[in-house]
């Protein structure tokens, strides 16, 4: 390791591969500690360190903004932390054309910024977007938000990539039109790869106007049958919403204590936000309230700080909330058809289990986040309960989030299934 300690050196110079034991300590992961945390400025010196990598059998973990290191299992060593946080250039902004290509070490947050200067953004709002969740890191873990109802996740406007495998080599995909039908689509073979496939080092988007206006209604409902038959009418209906949001009543009290709603407590919440241009917002939040109305109580118009609040704690539920504790997060996916069904064995699976659970669901396309509390014991049941409820429908669990002592007690991917 001495040997490749100084290759690497000579590589990316000193002042950029430190080797301190308390900075090494502060890119642990579960109890590993890196040899050396490297921080190259060039995709051509990245290489160079992964061909070294391949060739001394060394671990490397890519490390981004350093959000999602928690996800997945422990791991069985850690050689290198290669930080792509000087990778971090915005190489162009094509805004009549609506593309953009960057470097991926560059934080969403900031390359958002610069996108702004046109009026323009990618169409994604995954959580960690104020701590530093980085463009390669989205794409390696497939992460999306509230947003992805209307967009899509990352892979429908990710239309070109560059990745360094694990041997050393520069790969590239895609091209810098949207329109792109030669060969096979290579940027979506990296999307959720999890870094197996190699680090992610650039990317190409798609990009869109940033809406003009803005607004979210939010009702409450005493029973989920009616809950659902106002997520069906929207739905089915001519309205376009951007988001469209399941609280069940833990999470819906907890967020409506912090932000001074009105909802009432004990019943589950629905937010539809659209934007437009504002009179055609302010038009459809008049047809989604008549469609509410059908099935709950009055609701509640938000817009502008509160609403940027709003959707900002829906985003980063629940990593945000100081008034939650979370033993365990887990993301689950289902049919948008099933998600009553789990919100309602969620509460009749934690109701005499001494587990608290907050959930909250993208009610149009079965993605349900869940934050679990308790003792750990009590955790680790509901975690195994809660995943096979899952797979009787048909779905996925993944634990996002969890103490290493609890981590070692469940499967945190669940079965992989034959999709691979």
């Known amino acids: 390791m001495k040997s490749a300690i100084r290759e690497i050196i000579n590589i990316v110079g000193e002042n950029n591969a430190l080797l301190e034991p ?4 502060r890119y642990s992961v579960e109890g590993k500690t890196p040899n050396i945390v490297v921080l190259p400025k060039t995709v051509e010196e990245i290489s160079e ?36 946080g000087r990778i971090n250039r915005v190489i162009e902004h094509e805004s009549s054309d609506l593309v953009a290509i960057t470097e991926c070490g560059i934080s969403l947050k900031e390359f958002q910024r610069v996108l702004q200067d ?83 080092v650039e990317a190409t988007f798609r990009l869109y106007p940033v809406p003009e206006f803005s607004q979210t209604f939010l009702a409450s409902f005493s029973t989920l049958a009616g809950l659902q038959q106002a997520v069906n009418s929207v739905l089915n209906s001519s309205l376009v919403p951007t988001c469209l949001e399941t609280l069940n009543p833990n ?41 509410f109305r059908e099935n709950s109580r009055e609701g509640i118009e938000v817009e502008g700080k509160t609403e940027r609040e709003l959707w900002q704690d829906i985003r980063e539920f629940p990593w945000s909330m100081t008034a939650v504790v979370s033993r365990a997060v887990c993301k689950a996916s289902v049919l948008i058809t099933d998600v009553p069904r789990v919100f309602q064995e969620l509460e009749e699976l ?15 396309n079965g993605v349900i986040i869940s934050s679990l ?35 070692s007690q469940v499967d945190v991917w669940g079965e992989i299934g034959v999709s691979l």
């Open 22 to 25: 308390p900075v090494l300590e």
């Open 49 to 84: 360190i992964v061909k070294l990598a391949f060739a001394e059998s060394l671990a490397i973990m890519p490390w981004g903004g350093g959000t999602k290191i928690g996800l997945g299992r422990e791991p069985r060593s850690i050689d290198i932390v290669l930080s792509t």
């Open 118 to 200: 046109k009026n323009q953004f990618v169409a994604i709002d995954p959580p960690h977007l104020d701590s530093g969740a980085t463009v390669g890191g989205i794409i390696a873990t497939n992460d999306s938000g509230p947003r992805r109802l209307r967009y899509g996740a990352i892979r429908e406007f990710l239309i070109g990539i560059k990745v360094v495998r694990s041997d050393g080599g520069i790969v590239k995909g895609g091209a810098k039109v949207v329109k792109n039908v030669a060969g096979y689509d290579l940027p979506k073979l990296y999307v959720g790869s999890l870094g197996t496939l190699g680090i992610i």
């Open 251 to 291: 999470l819906a009290e907890a967020i409506s204590d912090k932000l001074s709603l009105d909802l009432r407590k004990g019943e589950y919440a629905l937010a539809v936000r659209m934007e437009s241009v504002e009179k055609a917002v302010r038009e459809q939040i008049s047809k989604a309230k008549d469609i």
């Open 350 to 364: 934690f109701r005499n289990s001494g587990v608290r659970a907050l959930a909250s669901a993208r009610a149009g």
């Open 373 to 407: 509390d308790g003792e750990i014991p009590a955790v680790v049941e509901a975690v195994c309960s809660f995943r096979n409820l899952v797979n009787s429908l048909g779905g996925t669990l993944v634990v996002q989030d969890a103490p290493p002592d609890l981590k």
